[in-house]
């Protein structure tokens, strides 16, 4: 009988984003509307990204929900809000299994994709 190899390959990992800096400010820079009316949005959106990325999830169906609800929220706020290279500078820093160091981008889009593949 032959013997089988397995590769373990260590999940990538990320730091804390804080949305409450950057997003309210952008809002009263260029909406006709009030930063303290979407705060606990806001708030909401740090805690889910806190839940599922940071903190690794519970590995049920419990864990996806809330990665789903983050990718969900990514999604509909880079319609939105134009977080990527030129406009809302949040930067997304993530630890890559093969590479060292943080790896970083400013792109929600590419941190759906990433989100995605993980």
Not at 24 to 30: L, Q, Y
Not at 45 to 60: F, M, Q, T, W, Y
């Given at each position: 009988?032959?013997?089988?190899?397995?590769?373990?390959?260590?999940?990538?990992?990320?730091?804390?984003?804080?949305?409450?800096?950057?997003?309210?400010?952008?809002?009263?820079?260029n909406?006709?509307?009030?930063?303290?009316?979407?705060?606990?949005?806001?708030?909401?959106?740090?805690?889910?990204?806190?839940?599922?990325?940071?903190?690794?999830p519970?590995?049920?169906?419990?864990?996806?929900?809330?990665?789903?609800?983050?990718?969900?929220?990514l999604?509909?706020?880079?319609?939105?809000?134009?977080?990527s290279?030129?406009?809302?500078?949040?930067?997304?820093?993530?630890?890559?299994?093969?590479?060292?160091?943080?790896?970083?981008?400013?792109?929600?889009?590419?941190?759906?994709?990433?989100?995605?593949?993980?």
């Amino acid at each position: 009988m032959a013997s089988q190899s397995l590769l373990a390959v260590p999940p990538k990992s990320t730091k804390s984003v804080d949305f409450q800096e950057k997003l309210p400010r952008f809002i009263a820079n260029n909406y006709d509307d009030e930063p303290s009316k979407f705060m606990d949005a806001i708030k909401e959106l740090n805690g889910l990204r806190e839940a599922c990325v940071v903190k690794s999830p519970d590995r049920h169906e419990t864990g996806l929900d809330l990665i789903i609800r983050y990718y969900d929220q990514l999604v509909a706020i880079e319609n939105k809000l134009p977080i990527s290279e030129g406009q809302i500078h949040i930067k997304f820093n993530w630890n890559d299994a093969f590479q060292t160091g943080f790896i970083g981008s400013k792109s929600a889009s590419l941190v759906s994709g990433i989100m995605i593949s993980s």
